[in-house]
């Protein structure tokens, strides 16, 4: 028997008796629900918040379970827990790290409406929920869980039977809201636009350079992107430099490049050439 | 409650911690033994010995190599966040150990005297749990990579949260068919379903290709590594990771890969139950379920080990499109199937109905495909029409794409003066078309 089943044993008996397992597990879950609440609020930082929410996520699926309701409860944790906070993480991972919450107002007044509003949802929900709570008597979850094969053959008879319109028109909704969602950020790319990979391979080969560039700094005295690589008459490549360097200004790379490329010394004079200059008459004879 | 919860519902206090630690440990060796067996088979494949120096075979040798790790300097990075740095791999740990909770061994035993079953616990929705501690496993490596504040992590960790996501709705939805088969959530009961009909391997066998390919992409193994792909982002999401913390991953891992083969055992291959010639006879009763389910379990594992001897790490778009466009539409349409075939078997329809109905189906299906124009094959021959035209003014090509001279070639006649050169027979002046080009005049010091 589990620790979880521990638990759950004492909690049989009535309907509105607490067992001292449920007042047991009420006192260390609640508290911990509440305090992932108010850390999601008071986090600085966006992922501590998420993860502040993932744990009140948790602690509700782990009450439900301790109520008799183990479906809804792992329902809850593989749901909300395991995929829509985990989608809000690996959006927040991608804004980065260092993206804490700004403390600049951007609507003037719009923190005393906030809580305002804040306060009077909370007020709202606890009439409400006060109201519905303390007028009924509760019936408990004993005879769903144990007439009729269970929790979870009740559960799902009542979603294809009773509750089958509700049930759909909510799949529907979402779908819509996945699909719109699609629609409005996926840009249209037709197949025409786009190269398979065989088209690409032939291009490059086809192409006047079927070779990658060189690599900037590789044969130079200097390790730097902005060096470019030497021809062997000692020449630099411009194709070697990054297309980046160009906003950066030649003048601040002239004095570089002319240490690196050893103005004013010449090449040895059997040395090989860089292409596309015009035969000089003095290296004429030996060669064909 | 499940008639495997009710006899565990009063286990007392002892057997249970009993059974905790021996699950606990059975991991533990579990993982030690995989480690192992995996570095011996991958030697044996790549035609090396692997290890066989510590220990009878090398058996040791994982301990020996896990001592050696709890006593390296545990690094943190200056840009981590300490407490979900620290937090990540106790996650990662954590999940995995409990998944294995509702994971049954065995049959009834009895253990000093109690009558019990060999499982830490049975709920009605045992299939769930492991579903939850997967998804919830996640966390650890998403936030293992977030936390380290470095790139590779962070790319490796945005990779896992897609890809795990992804598969576990394949893995979900590959459960279904069982879960529809069986009339259960409950491990215990998926376990018994099959000891009265066949294994649902056979009932259902396309089901067991989604969650084999699917248990292999939600365990981070290759060929789906590719959080950790080392070729790519040094160690994926562990990179920042040393000490004790990196040993949680790895035992996090092997624990998983131990767990998805149980489950699969479990929900496939019949669970702790003796195959064929042996079912139903002594040995498939009692402590014999353990040597039963342990054997298929290393089965499955062995299968993990072949695999990343095998087979190269697929690309990142290639993995996706697999899960997306194959496994999840796929077992889509196996689950309309396999409930279509139990409403039937449910409904006063005679086989001859279903036949009849079935063949015109079938009809309907071939004629609308031979209606359908044959999109792939146009769009490559129209491609390849494209490309003939685009290459007009160049060499043909014939079979092989490789560039042929025409059959009708006519050979031009030599340039004037080439023709003139061999004419007198000058002596090797090529000076004018073949000789070094020369220096620039400016060509220091410019770009």
């Known amino acids: ?91 927040l991972m991608l804004v980065g790290k260092e993206s804490a919450e700004s403390v600049v107002e951007v609507l003037r007044g719009q923190r005393v409406a906030a809580a305002l509003g804040g306060i009077g949802l909370a007020v709202l929900l606890a009439a409400m929920l006060g109201r519905a709570v303390t007028g009924l008597t509760s019936v408990g979850l ?38 719109g969602a699609m629609v409005l950020a996926y840009t249209e790319r037709t197949k025409e636009g786009r190269l ?51 906003s950066t200004g030649p003048d601040r790379l002239n004095a570089d490049l002319r240490s690196v490329a050893s103005a004013g010394v010449e090449p040895p004079a059997r040395a090989l050439r860089g292409p596309a200059v015009p035969p000089p008459a003095n290296e004429e004879g030996g060669k064909s | 409650m499940t008639p495997t919860g009710a006899l565990l519902a009063h286990d007392p206090l002892w057997l249970i911690i009993i059974k905790v630690v021996a699950v606990f440990v059975f991991l533990q060796v579990m993982t030690l033994f995989m480690i192992w067996l995996e570095r011996r088979v991958v030697g044996r494949m790549q035609h090396r010995v692997g290890p066989n120096r510590v220990g009878p075979f090398g058996l040791l040798q994982s301990l020996a190599d896990g001592l050696k790790l709890a006593f390296k300097e545990d690094i ?83 990779r896992s949260a897609a890809q795990v996501i992804s598969y576990e709705i394949a893995l979900g939805m590959s459960i279904v068919a069982v879960i529809l088969y069986s009339g259960s959530l409950s491990t215990a009961d998926i376990v018994d379903a099959q000891s009265r009909q066949w294994w649902f391997v056979f009932l259902l066998f396309p089901s067991f290709v989604v969650f084999c390919v699917s248990m292999v992409g939600e365990t981070n193994r290759a060929p789906f590594d590719l959080p950790e792909a080392e070729s790519e982002l040094v160690g ?65 594992l062995f299968v993990f080990i072949w695999l990343r ?82 290459r007009a003014g160049q060499a043909p090509t014939a079979g092989s794409d490789y560039p042929l001279p025409p059959l009708d070639l006519v050979v031009p006649p030599p340039p004037p003066r080439r ?24 060509g220091h010091g410019t770009t």
């Open chain 1, 196 to 246: 398979t990979q065989r088209e690409r391979v032939e291009a490059r080969i086809r192409g006047p350079r079927p070779s990658p560039l060189p690599g900037p700094g590789v044969f130079a005295t200097l390790n730097s992107v902005a060096t470019p690589a030497l021809l062997p008459d000692g020449s630099p490549a411009p194709e070697s430099r990054s297309e980046l360097l160009e």
């Open chain 2, 309 to 390: 001897g095998t087979l190269p790490r697929l690309r990142y778009d290639q993995f996706m499109a697999v899960g997306w466009k194959l496994l999840v539409p796929g077992s889509l349409v196996w689950i309309v199937l396999v409930s279509t075939a139990r409403a039937l078997r449910s409904t006063s329809v005679t086989p001859v109905e279903i036949l009849v109905v079935g063949g015109i189906l079938l009809v309907m299906l071939v004629v609308v495909a031979f209606l359908l124009p044959q999109g792939g094959k146009t769009a490559q021959t129209a491609a390849a029409g494209n490309g003939a035209t685009k």
């Open chain 1, 1 to 91: 028997m589990s620790p979880l089943s521990v638990l759950l044993a004492p909690l049989a008996p009535s309907a509105d008796t607490v067992g001292l397992g449920e007042a047991i597990a009420f006192w260390i879950l609640g508290p911990l629900a509440l305090a992932g609440g108010l850390g999601m609020v008071f986090a600085r930082n966006a992922v501590h918040s998420a993860l502040w929410l993932a744990q009140a996520m948790l602690c509700l699926g782990a009450l439900y379970m301790v109520e008799q309701a183990p479906f809804l409860g792992f329902v809850q944790i593989i749901v909300y827990t395991g995929a829509i906070m985990m989608l809000f993480l690996f959006v």
């Open chain 1, 142 to 179: 004993a005879a769903p869980n144990t007439t009729g094969g269970g929790n979870v053959p009740n559960l799902g008879r009542l979603l294809f039977t009773d509750y089958l319109f509700p049930f759909e028109l909510t799949s529907a909704l979402l779908i819509t809201a996945a699909v």
């Open chain 2, 76 to 158: 943190q990075p200056v840009l981590a966040d300490r407490w979900v740095y620290i937090l990540a791999p106790v996650i990662s740990t954590v999940t995995a150990f409990t998944a294995f909770a509702v994971i049954p061994l065995g049959g009834q035993v009895s253990i000093f005297g109690h009558q019990t079953a060999l499982q830490v616990t049975d709920l009605s929705v045992g299939v769930l749990v492991v579903l939850a501690c997967s998804s919830l496993g996640v966390y650890g490596i998403v936030l293992s990579g977030w936390a380290s504040g470095s790139p590779y992590p962070l790319l490796g960790s945005l």
């Open chain 2, 236 to 300: 994926g999401f562990h990179t920042e990771y040393s000490s004790l913390k990196f040993a949680l991953f790895f035992l996090a891992e092997y624990v998983n890969m131990v767990t998805v083969s149980a489950m699969a055992t479990t929900l496939f291959l019949g669970g702790w139950h003796a195959p064929w010639p042996l079912s139903g006879g002594p040995f498939d009763r009692g402590w014999w379920g353990l040597l039963w389910f342990i054997s298929k379990m290393l089965v499955f």
């Open chain 2, 419 to 442: 023709a003139a050169m061999t004419a007198t027979g000058a002596s090797a002046d090529g000076a004018s078309d073949g000789g070094p080009p020369a220096r620039r005049e400016d």
